[in-house]
């Protein structure tokens, strides 16, 4: 008990102190799932919203496939991009392994389902007479689609949100692919796996700290924009 | 050629007709409302004359020209309308967003759309509500902001779908004035409506619209004093419509026989015919004695059921046949009419319409 007392008054100190490794850690877990997360939503929202607007045979089954994949496990996404990029596998060739780009695209893949499914649903969320509206007033199929898509803006960026929060806090992918190196992969929770098996719980307590932190931020933002 | 011409259009959704054979033309500039029921097929055809949904059978010409032709043929065409959907739809942006939108997506941008859309605020009388999210308006004032929107792009067609049915008394009648306005003599205006009374005070032509089927076309005059079927005669507040056969007509005065008693009227139809005579309630009128004047019709008979109906009384009279009469509350308070008592009910042979029962 005096032990966790102790690591958590040194945790705070850490953080407090702005310590440089906690600092570099928390940065470049911030970065690179904020990258993952924006460039899936670049893919993600346009295709999302086509799956939404055109019929097209199987459609329901394809939405359900999506639905599926949202609580994939990390491990089996990160087995996944491991046999893609190691050495021998077809994109080996590129020495991406072990790099903050494969955690980047990783995550891109593990957050892909979530942002599709919910934009889908967000979508469908808009009220017919939305779409009819737009195009009674002599909007395109086009600008149909833009007058919906803005309706759903809060339904998609807490999307957005949702997939943030489960690329920060994953940790299956980030270890396979990214394999925890001090200063150039390490993350928030690939460094609090390792601290925490190597005995130093102020460490981790630190960066669990942080990392509950952003979840409770996470948490906030998607409330208020819920409320709208 | 009419502006809007209809033919044999029909709809048919899921194994169920909502609309049959629609026939109908409307000119440039008019205003022209389809009165009907609820669920009589009205939102269905303003959505087809829109050109958002296709029909099932049956075309619509635009201005001389078919519109069942290519997705963008179909949206230049729709760009020369405008539709106000019943349900007040406001886009989740500012008032002024709302209103510009429909001048945006036709390429409008700069001064001249910020004149215009300024313009329409005053007009509508939501120019202080401009940078409010028009998803905070009342029901009322979002209608104003529907039809401001739609009236922006000044559409050679305005379509308007129950405009004031979800609105009340003061917001309906200013919505009912902005329609008046848009009726400039330019712009044609199709509406549809379940208020017989706003449909005679805004259209120049009404179509009756029942079952799927349009039953009579006709000046608002028309359709409430000469109505052609029961529907029609029922649907616009005859209320009373009595079952006859025609004994005798002599220069177009026919007498028919409703239950044994004659009622004399003015019609084309011979003896022997089946008709039904149709009178209004507000056309007949009770007295305590009988009274020799002009009118042909006067019968005897006893009160049913007195109500009051706002300034007026509704008197159910059993003579043989029931008849409704409609006379001022005061009247009847003053003739003492109850329930019970001894009338006299009269109107003129020209108070009667005479319609040829269907077979």
């Keep these: 008990m005096e032990e966790l007392w102790y690591g958590l008054v040194r945790a705070v100190q850490l953080i407090v102190s702005l310590d440089p490794e906690v600092m570099e850690i928390t940065g470049r877990s911030l970065s690179i799932s904020v990258t993952s997360t924006l460039l899936s939503a670049l893919f993600c929202l346009p295709l999302g919203s086509v799956i939404h607007f055109y019929r097209f045979p199987a459609r329901r089954m394809v939405i359900s496939l999506i639905q599926t994949f949202y609580s994939v496990p990390t491990v089996v ?105 001090r200063g150039f992969t390490r993350v928030l929770t690939t460094a609090i796996s390792l601290e925490t098996s190597k005995g130093d719980i102020e460490l981790s307590l630190a960066l669990g700290i942080i990392l509950v932190a952003i979840a409770l931020i996470i948490n906030l933002a998607l409330n208020r924009i819920q409320q709208r | 050629m009419a502006f809007i011409e209809i033919v044999n259009l029909g709809r048919t959704v899921g194994g169920r007709d909502i609309l049959k054979s629609i026939n109908l033309k409307v000119e440039r500039g008019e205003v022209f409302a389809l009165i009907g029921p609820t669920g009589a097929g009205k939102t269905t055809l303003l959505r087809l004359i829109d050109l958002l949904d296709a029909p099932t059978s049956g075309k619509i010409l635009f201005d001389g020209a078919d519109t069942a032709t290519s997705t963008q043929e179909r949206l230049k065409v729709r760009r020369r309308m405008a539709f106000v959907l019943q349900k007040p739809v406001v886009f989740n942006a500012t008032v002024y967003e709302n209103i510009a939108c429909g001048l945006k997506w036709r390429g409008l941008g700069g001064h001249e759309l910020q004149r215009k859309v300024d313009n329409l605020l005053d007009m509508v009388g939501l120019a202080e509500y401009r940078r409010r999210n028009a998803r905070t308006l009342s029901g009322g004032e979002a209608q104003r902001v529907a039809i401001a929107r739609a009236i922006a792009v000044a559409p050679e067609v305005l379509l308007l779908d129950e405009p004031t049915a979800n609105l009340d008394p003061v917001s309906a009648s200013r919505v009912q004035e902005l329609i008046a306005r848009a009726g400039d003599g330019k712009t044609t205006i199709i509406m549809s409506t379940h208020d017989m009374a706003q449909g005679q005070r805004l259209a120049g032509r009404i179509g009756v619209l029942v079952g799927g089927e349009l039953l009579q076309v006709g000046s608002s005059r028309d359709i409430f004093t000469l109505p052609r079927s029961r529907e029609v005669a029922e649907f616009v507040g005859v209320e009373n419509i009595l079952n006859g056969v025609v004994v005798m007509n002599e220069e177009r005065v026919v007498t028919v026989d409703v239950g044994g008693k004659m009622v004399e009227a003015i019609s084309d139809y011979g003896k022997g015919e089946a008709v039904l005579t149709c009178v209004r309630p507000e056309d007949i009128t009770l007295s305590l004695a009988r009274v020799s004047s002009s009118a042909r019709n006067s019968f005897a008979g006893e009160i049913v059921r007195v109500v009051a109906v706002g300034p007026l009384a509704r008197v159910e009279i059993d003579c043989g046949f029931a008849l409704v009469s409609l006379v001022t509350k005061r009247s009847a308070e003053e003739m003492g009419l109850a329930k019970g008592r001894q009338v006299y009910a009269t109107f003129k042979a020209t108070g009667v319409h005479v319609i040829k029962k269907d077979a």
């Design chain 1, 77 to 181: 996404v990160g087995l996944l991009v491991f046999v893609l990029f190691s050495r021998a596998g077809p994109l080996g060739e590129m020495g991406l392994l072990f790099t903050p780009t494969v955690m980047i695209i990783g995550q891109m893949l593990l957050i892909a389902p979530v942002l599709l499914g919910l934009t889908i649903s967000g979508l469908s969320g808009v009220d017919r007479a939305i779409a009819d509206t737009a195009r009674s007033l002599g909007a395109s199929a086009f600008q149909t689609a833009v007058a919906v898509i803005r309706e759903a803006r809060f339904a998609v960026m807490a999307a957005l949100i949702m997939a943030f929060g489960r690329a920060i806090s994953e940790v299956g992918l980030a270890i396979m692919v990214g394999g925890n190196i």
